[in-house]
């Protein structure tokens, strides 16, 4: 469909509306079962990482004069901290090597924070109401920690280089209840945006009526490139230091999506201030980490070179499927007007949206033609899209003819959203011009 649908005459809406319903009928009768939902690495990813199954080893216990087969070291192996600290451009000393999941971490400093207060300010953080910003489009389950606690969302843009640092400013100067924001600098979920040195900078330096406003600094794409070498990793410890703000940010990162999703090593990073203050909490929970799982993945990494060559690997699988979709976008509704979408160079989805008001209605139609989708609107706070017309996808899982066939079908659910809702608007506006009259 190379013409706009607004620019169609009443005869080839209807025409073109009979024709979208009559392909959505053949895609349903196909009987698909596929899933694009979830920004999970597909089974040849997984098999990048099969040799750790055999680490480190029946004799291969000791490191850093560590038995890692005992309790202690809550900080985690030096040697994985050394080489994490590398890729993630930070300070051995400011990173915590901790258990498998980084949103249980993050999950954990947010209740350390409400019951007991941040390291700067004792007062729980549940003793008042409490705010959190959230750039959107962003990572759904990110908002459902902060919602799990009652705490009120506010949505900000997030533009081109990061999230809209004017409106940030004039939110979190006038009102103490905001008490910190979610970002994931890198490859940002869902849009694939990479915040800028300058935004960086302009979020670490901020005037803030909360003494413990805090950055839950998520930089869990640090190294998820599409497209050639991943960009340096801005020292965001050192920059809130230089800037006066050394507690500001909460740094988080994960090896999930780089060794075996859900049993990799999650990794916590601050000021010296807030690695004591999050030792200390953590010290009530647990008397150690897995030492075992990190010590296998130091011996499978070994440095920071096998990282990045691990990391190609994973590019070589996922670059093509990125390729497939946008492919397809531009084939299949690139000219038309009722779509668009990103070109993500790392990450694990592309941004897509359709007219507005009919988000859910393209959602719907997938699943009932067997295509299973991120729930339309995921992307926003509490799932309100106020435009009803984002939807993120992601192409990491399925086989390549798999993908093909979920987004050839997804764009027939597309134009037929899209012809719908023009034919339902003009035959509106013709009643209300009868009416006038």
Not at 111 to 140: E, M, N, T
Not at 220 to 229: F, R, S
Request: hydrophobic share 40%.
């Amino acid at each position: 469909m190379s013409t706009s649908l607004h620019s169609l005459t009443d005869h080839e809406l209807d025409a073109e509306l009979t024709r979208s319903r009559a392909e959505y009928d053949t895609l349903k009768a196909r009987g698909l079962a596929l899933d694009i939902t979830r920004g999970k690495p597909a089974p040849e990813q997984l098999d990048l990482s099969a040799a750790m199954l055999s680490l480190p080893g029946d004799n291969d216990y000791v490191i850093d004069g560590i038995d890692c087969r005992n309790y202690g070291e809550l900080p985690g192996l030096p040697s994985l901290r050394a080489l994490f600290g590398e890729v993630l451009n930070l300070a051995p000393e400011s990173l915590i090597a901790g258990g498998t999941s980084s949103l249980e971490t993050m999950y954990d400093v947010l209740s350390f924070a409400w019951i007991h207060g941040a390291c700067d300010d004792g007062a729980p953080w549940s003793s008042a109401p409490v705010k959190f910003l959230c750039p959107v489009p962003g990572y759904d389950r990110h908002f459902a920690i902060t919602e799990s606690f009652g705490i009120e969302l506010i949505a900000v843009p997030l533009v081109s280089d990061g999230p809209d640092v004017d409106a940030i400013r004039e939110l979190v100067a006038g009102d103490p209840q905001i008490k910190g924001i979610w970002c994931v600098p890198m490859f940002s979920n869902p849009s694939g945006v990479t915040y800028s040195e300058q935004v960086t900078r302009d979020l670490l330096s901020m005037q803030t009526a909360a003494p413990d406003f805090r950055i839950f600094w998520d930089n869990a794409y640090a190294v998820h490139a599409l497209v050639g070498d991943a960009p340096e990793v801005l020292d965001v410890l050192a920059i809130a230091a230089q800037m006066g703000n050394p507690e500001r940010p909460f740094v988080f990162a994960s090896t999930s999506k780089m060794t075996i999703a859900g049993g990799g090593v999650s990794f916590f990073a601050g000021s010296g201030e807030n690695v004591a203050w999050y030792l200390g909490h953590l010290s009530q929970k647990r008397v150690g980490q897995d030492k075992v799982n990190q010590l296998r993945h130091v011996r499978f990494f070994v440095d920071v070179n096998g990282v990045r060559t691990h990391m190609r690997k994973h590019q070589q699988i996922l670059a093509p499927k990125f390729e497939l979709v946008t492919t397809i976008l531009r084939r299949e509704v690139g000219d038309s007007g009722i779509a668009s979408w990103t070109d993500p160079r790392g990450g694990y989805f592309v941004n897509l949206e359709v007219l507005p008001g009919t988000a859910k209605r393209v959602v719907a139609l997938a699943k009932d033609a067997g295509i299973a989708l991120t729930p339309a609107g995921s992307a926003f706070p509490s799932g309100n899209d106020p435009r009803d017309s984002h939807i993120r996808l992601a192409p990491s899982l399925p086989s390549e003819p798999e993908l093909q066939l979920a987004i050839n079908g997804l764009c027939t659910c597309i134009r037929l959203a899209a012809a719908e809702i023009v034919h339902r608007d003009r035959a509106a506006d013709v009643h209300r011009s009868s009416v006038s009259v």
